[in-house]
């Protein structure tokens, strides 16, 4: 078993001991749709637009679970071991430190697509709603807002000066994020300048190319090509100003 594979082991099996993570990735997303779409399918609901759209739930309960790994998870872990010298330690032994950086990426996607994949399970039977229609768009949406989203929780992680700080900086970007994707305000409410920023944010266009491909749509291309450039400035940016120790 080579050393990445023996890390990946064992993040996984601290990842699964960690209630709060699982949680998260599995529970959450679920909860949140029984809430807010038992009410709508029994015809009561009063929404029009954006969360009159069928597909509106299931897409921001996929993307909460990527946004909270990205951004709650990934970086809280990162700046706990640096802050207890785990890094420096293993910058000392044959295992290289990035390798513990690629295991927890590993480990936080695996758990987005088996949360995605419980996510779209319950919709399909809890909601009794269609399974996604364009299925590459769906993937390749699920995939470049993955991407985007974890390049930027390891640029928090990068700068965080301390794990509570990680702490501290996830959550107060996650919920500015999660407005902007029209969690409470549907954004053809919100004013048009607002509006045009929300459908290029992380989260927003996450949101709506998940959407447009699970109603069988074509994700649009402006909103992809946003979630890429994210993903690549994100991530060049995080290399760059990453510290070990």
């Not at 069928?54 to 993307?63: D, G, I, K, V, Y």
């Not at 927890?104 to 709603?129: E, H, K, S, Y």
């Not at 459908?199 to 291309?221: I, K, Q």
Request: proline share 7%; aromatic share 8%; hydrophobic share 60%.
């Amino acid at each position: 078993m080579s050393a990445l594979s023996k890390l990946i082991a064992v993040e996984t099996k601290l990842f699964l001991r960690e209630p709060v993570s699982l949680f998260f990735v599995f529970a959450l997303p679920i909860g949140l749709m029984l809430v807010f779409g038992l009410p709508q399918r029994a015809g009561t609901a009063a929404d029009t637009g954006q969360h009159a759209e069928q597909t509106f739930l299931p897409s921001l309960a996929l993307a909460l679970t990527i946004g909270m790994l990205a951004l709650f998870t990934l970086p809280m872990a990162l700046g706990i071991y640096r802050e207890r010298r785990v890094l420096r330690r293993l910058a000392t032994t044959p295992v290289q430190p990035a390798l513990l950086l690629v295991a927890q990426v590993v480990v936080n996607l695996v758990m987005g697509v088996l949360g995605a994949v419980v996510t779209a399970i319950a919709v399909r039977f809890l909601l009794d709603q269609p399974a996604p229609a364009n299925v590459p768009g769906f993937v390749l949406a699920f995939l470049l807002g993955v991407a985007c989203l974890f390049a930027v929780g390891l640029l928090i992680a990068a700068l965080a000066p301390s794990a509570r700080a990680a702490q501290s900086i996830g959550p107060a970007l996650f919920f500015p994020l999660l407005f902007l994707a029209g969690a409470w305000l549907p954004r053809d409410r919100m004013p048009s300048a607002l509006a045009a920023i929300a459908d290029y944010s992380p989260l927003g266009a996450t949101v709506d190319t998940l959407g447009a491909a699970w109603a069988g749509a074509n994700p649009e291309l402006p909103q992809l090509i946003a979630l890429a450039v994210t993903a690549v400035v994100g991530s060049a940016a995080a290399t760059r100003f990453f510290r070990w120790e």
